[in-house]
């Protein structure tokens, strides 16, 4: 595993626009059908949507008739991870706009702070951006798909990358593309997932490339 600091980061505008558009936007992933191989591209909800439904969910859960009334230990993280989005992107929106304005979801306003580091010719506040975008993408994935990941060497077949980065207290780490569970494996790069046979597939290509 490899870190690099903040300053020396080659991320780009393509990479925020890429980030926020998974947390605010519902959007399209590659599938790899685990009996015949057949690639195919569902929509998945905005990562900022899901961790919307998994509050819900809790609250649900905990106001039943048959509930003890706690809500989930993943619930509970959802609330926290959701209160610390919402207080980053209003503490932001003030700094941008010099007013608060309840009206605007968090969606609005990430997109609002988005679009206003297109203007920065030193990239300064696009990587601040992008930061908080994939600290936030990263937090709620983790939540929602709790499973430990082994990292997987090898080109991803889909995108070629070797390599995916993600922000880990204070820097981004570069770790292996590719990722795998007992039953699925996932590249972090262009998200195209496999399952069942196709991970058979996916090991068979990667040892050959070797």
């Known amino acids: 595993m490899t870190t690099l600091r903040q300053e020396t980061h080659p991320m780009s505008h393509a990479d925020l626009r890429s980030t926020v558009h998974r947390l605010t936007r519902d959007h399209k992933t590659t599938f790899v059908d685990s ?84 203007g920065d010719t030193t990239g300064q506040s696009a990587e601040k951006c992008l930061r908080s975008a994939t600290k936030w993408a990263t937090a709620i994935e983790t939540l929602l798909n709790p499973i430990p990941r082994l990292e997987v060497k090898g080109a991803c077949p889909t995108c070629a990358a070797t390599h995916a980065w993600t922000w880990v207290e204070g820097e981004y780490v570069r770790n292996t593309a590719i990722t795998a569970t007992r039953n699925e494996a996932r590249c972090g790069a262009c998200q195209t997932s496999w399952e069942g046979q196709a991970i058979n597939d996916l090991a068979n290509n990667l040892g050959k490339a070797a």
């Open 35 to 118: 009996e015949t191989g057949h690639v195919t591209y569902p929509t998945e909800l905005a990562l900022f949507t899901q961790l919307r439904q998994e509050q819900a969910s809790g609250s649900r859960a905990a106001t039943g008739a048959k509930s003890s009334g706690s809500r989930s230990p993943i619930a509970l993280g959802a609330v926290t991870l959701w209160s610390e989005i919402r207080e980053t992107l209003n503490t932001m929106h003030i700094a941008l706009t010099g007013k608060d304005n309840p009206t605007l979801t968090p969606e609005q306003k990430l997109q609002h702070w988005a679009d206003a580091t297109a």
